[in-house]
């Protein structure tokens, strides 16, 4: 009652039903033979006057009962809109128009109008349905069981109830309901419902097992390590759900549209039907054009085309492994002047080699260096880790230094790790190799030497850097922590307008923000969404790359690409410049039928039905037309 009551002051006649209501098919069946039965009785009433069979008086009795009850349910709408104030709702403006009609004689137009209007309106009512079913198939990838593994036996629930710690069995060709471990079992994991690469991953004994990912092969257990509504494929429908309360500018100016159309064209319809009469023409026609302006006052194809047309687009992207959250943010991406990236694990592969160890105690200054760095998560200290394993030495009170390395205390003796800036505070003049990354270690105030490591630019990386100008960036800039010679040599390698070297997580914030200054358009800021999170939020459009399971890049991203193929960002640029111009072919559409109609109207050369057929005719054509933005 209480949805309803809110509902009518909003929409009045707007009907809820319940989950699973048969009510709701059983009055869509008689709705739509209501209006096949009239459709029918109007068409061939119609036919039998043309050509003489009846008399006036017979048909314009069947056309007023036709009109009755075709228009039942608009009339009690427009009763309802009176009640609640609101005499520009379309269900008020069609009942003023054709009741207009019946009251001048024109029986004809009066039923064929309402006849057209209900049909109409289960077309739209259809492709609407259509496709939302479209858009939410694209959404919808939740799972809905677990198979909890008990020790009575493998126990089937909804995945709500699943806690954390359990172990859940997913077998072929079933969803994995939540985030987890792999305890049991090895597998091929089909995840491009989350990243959109169809190529299966090889999952084993280990391996992290992301939510919405399809097992293909064999069966495994999986330990659950979030609830669902903490799960990553929970996460992003949820995102992708509230997707739709961040409007593009589009969708915002047809909202303010809309309220001011319908207010001048109804104070058109009044001028249509009282200047003329005042001038001593003949007041029935007049009157018979205004209640066609009535007809042709709904923006109805503009209000309903637009948001379809950008939830579309956004259900397009999602199916490529595209995540975006928000249609300000597809529309923004249609307007990028520059490109700002950061390097290492967006340009570069991000996984370091140990090319060279540069020390007289190199035994030591393995065991230092991976007592240290095996506890950070930075690319360095990762392949400082993998290069030379453990360390029978163990680190405590270890601290990050942002910008430039970590220290420890080994027994009782302090350590450090990291780069010249580091060594500099530290009193020790240090050079790198050229081109090369290095990593500094000092132990008990004495500098042992440095461990050099190299990374590469993707093999993609600079096509996608070229097609981005192609696409009407202007300036590409990449950020990085790194030296300057190593910075130039990528720079130079991926053909960029520009590098920043040696900058710590506040000056890349800082460069943001004057790049943002310096731009004609959208400035776009492109990380790995966990160590440039402020960088992210202070862009005007954030990208994080392969960070689909974690909170840090959800949160900090307005727009998040699974994997870390970076073809995807000019792919998202096309989707959304493809996106915005069929939203400008709706906007084209529906207002260009409208003036074209009401036009033919003020000189008398169009029929009432005309301007429903041309109203339903646009809001369907700019329905169905949205639906392309789903594909690419």
Not at 79 to 92: P, V
Not at 499 to 523: F, H, N, W
Not at 593 to 619: N, R
Request: hydrophobic share 45%.
């Amino acid at each position: 009652r209480i949805v309803q009551d809110i509902a009518d002051r909003i929409e009045p006649g707007t009907r809820f039903l319940l989950d699973g209501d048969p009510s709701g098919e059983e009055n869509d069946r008689w709705n739509l033979l209501r209006t096949v039965g009239c459709a029918a009785a109007f068409l061939i009433t119609f036919i039998l006057e043309l050509f003489g069979i009846i008399g006036h008086e017979t048909s314009a009795i069947v056309f007023i009962a036709v009109f009755v009850l075709a228009g039942a349910d608009t009339i009690v709408s427009a009763l309802r809109g009176i009640l609640h104030g609101d005499i520009f709702g379309e269900a008020f403006r069609m009942t003023v128009a054709t009741v207009g009609a019946v009251l001048i004689g024109q029986y004809t137009e009066a039923a064929a109008v309402m006849v057209f209007f209900s049909v109409g309106e289960l077309l739209e009512d259809y492709a609407v349905g259509s496709s939302r079913r479209r858009i939410s198939g694209l959404l919808d990838m939740a799972p809905k069981v677990a198979h909890v593994e008990t020790l009575m036996g493998v126990k089937d629930v909804d995945p709500e109830s699943v806690s954390v710690g359990d172990v859940i069995s997913v077998r072929p060709g079933e969803l994995i309901p939540l985030d987890g471990i792999v305890v049991r079992g090895s597998t091929e994991l089909d995840t491009s419902a989350l990243t959109g690469e169809s190529i299966p991953v090889t999952v084993d004994t280990g391996y992290k097992a992301l939510s919405g990912s399809l097992n293909i092969s064999g069966t495994i257990s999986v330990r659950v390590t979030d609830t669902f509504h903490d799960s990553t494929i929970t996460r992003i429908m949820e995102m992708m759900q509230d997707a739709g309360d961040k409007k593009a500018k589009s969708e915002r100016f047809i909202t303010r549209f809309a309220r001011y159309y319908t207010p001048i064209v109804c104070l058109l319809e009044l001028l249509v039907a009282v200047i003329p009469i005042l001038l001593g023409m003949d007041a029935k026609d007049w009157i018979y054009r205004a209640l066609t302006f009535l007809v042709l006052s709904c923006p109805c194809a503009l209000v309903i085309s637009i948001p379809m047309t950008i939830m579309s687009g956004i259900g397009c992207a999602s199916s490529h492994g595209i995540l975006i959250k928000g249609g300000n943010y597809l529309e923004m991406l249609s307007q990028v002047d520059t490109m700002a990236f950061d390097k290492t694990g967006t340009l570069t592969e991000g996984r370091f080699s140990v090319v060279d160890v540069v020390s007289d105690e190199r035994d030591l200054i393995e065991k230092v260096s991976s007592a240290l760095e095996c506890n950070s998560n930075h690319p360095l200290a990762k392949a400082v880790c993998r290069e030379f394993g453990g360390s029978d030495l163990t680190a405590e009170d270890i601290r990050e230094i942002p910008g430039k390395g970590m220290s420890g205390v080994i027994g009782s003796t302090m350590a450090y790790a990291g780069n010249s800036r580091l060594m500099s505070d530290l009193g020790f003049d240090v050079d790198d190799p050229e081109g090369r990354s290095s990593i500094h270690i000092v132990y008990d105030g004495r500098y042992l030497g440095h461990i050099d490591l190299e990374d590469t630019p993707k093999d993609n990386a600079k096509t996608t850097l070229s097609e981005l100008k192609r696409l009407g960036v202007r300036r590409t800039v990449m950020l990085t922590g790194d030296k300057d010679s190593i910075a130039k040599d990528v720079s130079s390698r991926l053909d960029m307008d520009e590098y920043r070297a040696s900058m710590l997580p506040q000056d890349k914030m800082a460069s943001v923000e004057e790049l943002i200054e310096d731009s004609d358009g959208c400035t776009v800021f492109v990380g790995d969404g966990i160590n440039d999170s402020p960088t992210l939020r202070r862009a005007d459009i954030g990208i994080s790359m392969g960070q689909i399971g974690s909170d840090t890049a959800l949160e900090a991203s307005d727009i998040i690409i699974a994997g870390d193929d970076l073809s995807k960002i000019p792919l998202a640029m096309r989707i959304s410049r493809r996106t915005m111009s069929i939203v400008k072919q709706n906007i084209a559409l529906s207002l260009g039928m409208k003036v074209a109609v009401l036009a033919l109207t003020l000189f008398g050369m169009s029929e009432m039905w005309y301007a429903v057929i041309a109203d339903v005719g646009a809001c369907i054509l700019a329905i169905v037309n949205s639906l392309r933005a789903l594909n690419l």
